[in-house]
C-alpha cells in the first residue's frame, strides 16, 4: 500500500479564496482523521469519520471549515473563506480501528494563507 | 480535562549515546494507550513505539524503549545508540478506551542527534 496519501503537499493562496484540501485513506481502514498543526497550537484534532460518517468534529475551528467522506477512499477538508490564521500544516491519518491502533499519517499539507 | 505534558521542549544527544525523552499525563481513565510519534524534517509522523496502560511490561522496539510508570503518569522514551537519523520531533500521545476517544498530543520534543 502506497500509504495515505495528501494533495497538494503545498497550497499557497489569498485570504477569501477557497481552499481544499484532499485525503486518501490506506485502503480497509475504518477511520479517518484530520489534524492541523502549528507552532502556537501543536497538533490539533479537527474531526474524524468512521465508515465515512463524521463522528466527533468538535475540534473544527469554525464554520469556515468543513470536511466530507463520499467514499471510503477519499476526503476533502474545505476552507470557505479562507485566513491568514488557518497557516499551519494539515495532516490526515488513518487507522483501523480508533482505540488503541495505531494512526498512519499522511505527509501533510503545508498552506500558507497570504 | 486529560492532558499530556513534554516538559523538554529541545534537546540534543551525541551520536551512539542514550537519550531520554519524558512525558507525563494526566487523567481518571485506568485503560488507555500511549504513543510515541517521531516527526522528521520531512514532516511525516511516525509511529515509534505504543504501550498499553493494563501491561506492565515496558514496549520495546529496536533502539527505542519506554519506562512507563503508570502510578506517576509517566511514559518516558529512550532511545539508545542514538543515530542522526533519530534527529526529529518527537510527540507523546495519549487515548482512552472510552469516553471522547480523542488523541491527545503533548506539544513535542526537537531532538538533535550531534555527530
Known amino acids: 500500500d502506497a500509504g495515505v496519501i495528501q494533495s497538494p503537499r503545498h497550497e499557497v493562496t489569498e485570504m477569501g479564496q477557497e481552499v481544499t484540501l484532499r485525503c486518501k485513506p490506506i485502503?480497509?481502514?475504518?477511520?479517518l482523521f484530520w489534524y492541523r498543526q502549528t507552532m502556537m497550537r501543536g497538533l490539533e484534532l479537527l474531526i474524524y469519520?468512521?465508515?465515512?460518517?463524521?463522528?466527533?468534529d468538535s475540534g473544527m475551528p469554525e464554520d469556515r471549515f468543513s470536511a466530507k467522506m463520499p467514499n471510503a477512499s477519499f476526503s476533502t477538508l474545505k476552507i470557505q473563506p479562507s485566513e491568514p490564521r488557518d497557516s499551519a500544516v494539515y495532516f490526515c491519518?488513518?487507522?483501523?480501528?480508533?482505540?488503541?491502533?495505531?494512526?498512519?499519517f499522511g505527509p501533510g499539507t503545508r498552506l500558507l494563507v497570504l | 480535562a486529560q492532558t499530556v505534558t513534554q516538559s523538554q521542549p529541545e534537546m540534543s544527544v551525541q551520536e551512539a549515546e542514550t537519550v531520554t525523552l519524558s512525558c507525563t499525563y494526566d487523567?481518571?481513565?485506568?485503560?488507555?494507550?500511549l504513543f510515541w510519534y517521531k516527526q522528521p524534517p520531512s514532516r511525516q509522523m511516525i509511529l515509534v513505539i505504543r504501550q498499553e496502560a493494563y501491561k506492565q511490561q515496558n514496549a520495546t522496539e529496536n533502539r527505542f524503549s519506554v519506562n512507563f510508570q503508570k502510578a506517576a503518569k509517566s511514559f518516558s522514551l529512550k532511545i539508545s545508540d542514538s543515530q542522526l537519523g533519530d534527529t526529529a520531533m518527537y510527540f507523546c500521545a495519549f487515548i482512552t478506551t472510552s469516553g471522547t476517544y480523542k488523541y491527545i498530543f503533548g506539544t513535542g520534543t526537537r531532538l538533535k542527534v550531534l555527530a
Open positions: 485502503s480497509g481502514h475504518d477511520y
Open positions: 487523567t481518571s481513565e485506568n485503560n488507555y494507550y
Open positions: 491519518a488513518s487507522s483501523w480501528d480508533l482505540v488503541g491502533e495505531t494512526q498512519y
Open positions: 469519520f468512521n465508515n465515512n460518517v463524521p463522528i466527533d
